[in-house]
Every structure is written in C-alpha cells, then in structure tokens.
C-alpha cells in the first residue's frame, strides 16, 4: 500500500480537519478526521480537495514518491484509467 497523501483543512461548520487520500490497490478513497481521537471517516471531496490533491500528488510525483498509475487516478478525480 503506498503512503498517504495528507493536508489539513479549515471548514466553517466543522472546524479544523485532517485530511489524507489513501490508494489500496488502484482504488483511492479519501478520509477525514475531525480531531485527534476521533475515527476517520470517509467522505465526498469537493473541487478544493481535488485541486490540493492533485498538486500534492504532483509534487511526490516528481521526486519519486507517487506511482504513474496512481497519478493517473488522482487525475481522472478518482475513477479508474
């Protein structure tokens, strides 16, 4: 399984969120956790989240640490390739 790909988040309901896309497999699914001891849950990403993700994916992408198939996925906003 690769390494997650993390930021956190302000949102005006919730207040501050940890974020992080994992992949298993060729499947990527995105979590958040509202505070430190609470459960991750998984939830819809908005146009925001996409756009974070993707220049997070870029970046690791360049320096070796996201895989080509993975960026891919990232791309297509999370359907397969």
Do not use: C
């Amino acid at each position: 399984m690769a390494r997650p790909i993390g930021w956190n988040k302000r949102d005006p309901e919730l207040g501050k969120l940890k974020i992080e896309a994992r992949f298993f497999g060729d499947k990527l699914t995105l979590y958040r956790q509202l505070s430190r001891f609470e459960e991750w849950e998984t939830f819809t990403p908005d146009e925001e989240d996409w756009d974070i993700l993707t220049k997070l994916a870029e970046n690791k992408f360049n320096r070796g640490k996201v895989k080509k198939k993975h960026m891919q996925v990232i791309l297509a906003r999370g359907d397969k390739v």
